[in-house]
Nanobody, 125 residues
């Protein structure tokens, strides 16, 4: 079992930056691919970014490529999402998720076994 806790969300102006953190309060993220997803009001949950267990491979949604960076610190049992150049379309609840052991990093929500409660990001234009 892995329990994930996100933090770092908030209300910011367009063009600002935020850094989201996700820590495992129970269990470990080591040897697990990790991902960030988001869900805006009235929309389906969508993929944002993923990182493999070593941190050597990352993948991003086209909508955030070049603006967002996913990283991890296995020693701290944490994964991060640095978000730059935020705009109103980035407003959503952001979720951290962990894949089962031994699986490759993926962009589909059903590939992930464990989810955090989410953190709200609101960008005012």
């Amino acid at each position: 079992q892995v329990q994930l806790v996100e933090s770092g969300g908030g209300l910011v102006q367009a063009g600002s930056s935020l850094r989201l953190s996700c820590a495992a309060s129970k269990g470990t993220i080591n040897r697990r691919a990790m991902g960030w997803f988001r869900q805006a009001p009235g929309k389906e949950r969508e993929f944002v970014a993923t990182i493999d267990w070593s941190g050597g491979s990352t993948s991003y949604a086209d909508s955030v490529k070049g603006r967002f960076t996913i990283s991890r610190d296995n020693a701290k049992n944490s994964v991060y999402l640095q978000m730059n150049g935020l705009n109103a379309e980035d407003t959503a609840v952001y979720y951290c998720a962990a894949q089962p052991l031994g699986t490759n990093a993926g962009s589909w929500w059903n590939q992930y076994a464990y989810w955090g409660q989410g953190t709200q990001v609101t960008v005012s234009s």
